[in-house]
């Protein structure tokens, strides 16, 4: 959530024609001179350091006029920022005076929060209370920006809908080939969430059958995971009109919208329990607020104060004057964003690259007991977060290499040295060869994914492009990070000094 962690992923957000997410809150979007809005994530953060950052006020908009009107009515005014487009991360908010140290920059009233209070309170909240099974947070509130895209104009919370974007470069939204292309541990946990939210969809029809006296159309046709279409066919890409005419996209997915809407862009705010729902309640969807963009190195603090009833960020170091503001999501890394929220945020210093556990056993396949070795480690939870990074291997991977390199008949000195014992000078010789081995490997995997996106690029649509830019952006960053890890691997002293040593012998026939 935002650190305000966002509840899940967003990013730079955004609001543009035709970038993304922006999502965990995440925001902004890049025009590019089409109809169709695109969410944050796919906003090109590609920084020319030979160009200086420009950008464009978005305040006069009529999109942007109707959503300040609408908060203002709700309570909320902004003298410090504005919605703006930037060329480095797409859409964003922009200083209008110099923000100081400790100033406050947002503070949005309750009444502009969109919560499951919101949705309680709503022509739906009958519906929800009366639902035989308790629904979760997250389906009520896809649900309910689901039936009010489906308003249009005549809807409550209009002037909001009508600025989130339609798509984003979440990997809810990528196709199989973009999916082939992310690195494989990305991949399997992509594939995951892909699954959890079509097995939502799925097992949410009956209550959105449910809700057919408040809709015009067909409820398969407007809770639709896959194709959405109107009665009639547009030549525009993306269009909204009054009642009853959705918004339309050649690839508009209402509850994959909805779900990537709220898991990229809401902020984490915490709400009593409610015995008509099931589940933690820590979402709340803040317009304006969630055009804020990510940046690793900024501190802000944020949450809702019940002194003031507003959700409150204020800054910790200052913005100069007619700069982007940002905020943290978190320290995440680039991996996480990409998953979460659709970008990937350049010079990450919480960067990693992952070793999954088939790398690992294709690596060592020579090992006779590397079998029992894999086992050994999975029972005490190291199998998972393994990672090298510009610093080097971390200290998860190099003590399971370490494990790695003792024979079987040292298996009673094993959990030794997963709290960490030493090994004898070859077993950590050895360990260090392997993380090298790891890493080029990893790396020609990188350079074949690259090459691979670079064909892609020649051929693929718009909606893809983004995508693979974004895919793109972060396998440049691992042949980096990679790359350093190679020269401290092989720089690292070889023999450790002053320490216990375990006497080994690795179980290797032949590992290359």
Same mark, same amino acid.
């Given at each position: ?109 309750? /009444?502009?929060?969109?919560?499951? +209070?919101? %949705? ?9 209370? /009366? ?11 896809? %649900? ?65 059958? +449910? ?54 862009? /809401? ?30 190195? %900024? ?5 809702? +104060? ?24 978190? +320290? ?181």
């Amino acid at each position: 959530m935002l650190l305000l962690e966002r509840t899940s992923a967003q990013h730079h957000c955004a609001y543009p024609e035709q970038k993304h997410h922006m999502g965990v809150p995440g925001p902004g979007g890049v025009m590019r001179g089409c109809s169709r809005r695109a969410g944050r994530a796919a906003r090109k953060r590609r920084q020319k350091c030979e160009c200086p950052i420009q950008s464009v006020s978005l305040c006069h908009q009529p999109q942007y006029v109707r959503l300040m009107k609408f908060l203002h009515r709700r309570g909320f005014t902004s003298a410090l920022l504005q919605p703006a487009l930037f060329t480095d991360t797409g859409r964003g908010l922009q200083t209008l005076k110099t923000i100081k140290p400790g100033q406050l920059i947002v503070s949005l009233p309750a /009444s502009c929060l969109l919560t499951t +209070s919101t %949705v309680l309170s709503s022509y739906l909240g009958h519906y929800i209370k /009366s639902w035989k099974h308790r629904l979760s947070p997250l389906l009520v509130l896809c %649900v309910y920006l689901v039936s009010e895209r489906h308003r249009g104009e005549t809807s409550d919370w209009f002037p909001y809908v009508d600025v989130l974007p339609t798509s984003y470069t979440c990997p809810a939204y990528f196709t199989q080939t973009v999916l082939a292309v992310l690195p494989a541990d990305v991949q399997r946990r992509a594939l995951e969430q892909r699954e959890a939210l079509q097995e939502l969809h799925s097992s949410s029809q009956d209550f959105f059958r +449910s809700l057919q006296p408040v809709l015009s159309q067909p409820a398969e046709e407007v809770f639709t995971y896959d194709a959405f279409r109107c009665s009639h066919t547009h030549t525009h890409t993306h269009t909204h009109t009054c009642m009853h005419t959705q918004y339309v996209s050649d690839s508009f997915f209402p509850t994959r919208w909805a779900w990537c809407s709220v898991n990229t862009r /809401s902020v984490f705010m915490s709400h009593p329990c409610n015995h008509f729902l099931s589940g933690q309640d820590v979402y709340a969807l803040a317009p304006f607020l969630d055009l804020l963009n990510h940046q690793p190195d %900024v501190q802000v603090k944020a949450g809702f +104060s019940d002194v003031t009833g507003c959700y409150e960020i204020r800054s910790v170091s200052g913005t100069p004057r007619f700069q982007q503001a940002f905020i943290n999501y978190g +320290s995440h890394d680039n991996q996480r964003l990409l998953l979460e929220y659709g970008f990937v945020a350049p010079g990450n210093p919480h960067s990693v690259v992952y070793v999954d556990a088939d790398l690992l056993c294709e690596v060592l396949k020579g090992d006779r007991s590397l079998n029992q070795k894999m086992k050994f480690l999975k029972e005490n939870d190291f199998v998972q977060n393994l990672t090298v990074s510009s610093d080097g291997p971390s200290w998860r991977l190099m003590t399971a290499l370490r494990l790695l390199s003792m024979p079987q008949t040292l298996y009673h000195q094993w959990r030794a040295v997963l709290l960490g014992q030493a090994v004898c000078e070859d077993g950590e010789e050895w360990s260090v060869l392997m993380a090298e081995r790891l890493c080029q490997r990893l790396l020609r995997d990188t350079h074949a994914a690259l090459d691979k996106i670079s064909e892609l690029l020649q051929q693929c649509d718009q909606s893809v492009r983004e995508q693979l830019d974004v895919v793109h952006s972060l396998r440049q960053e691992e042949t980096c990070l990679l790359g350093r890890c190679l020269e401290v691997l092989r720089g690292m002293m070889r023999r450790p000094e002053e320490e216990e040593l375990l006497p080994c012998q690795p179980d290797v026939d032949a590992v290359s």
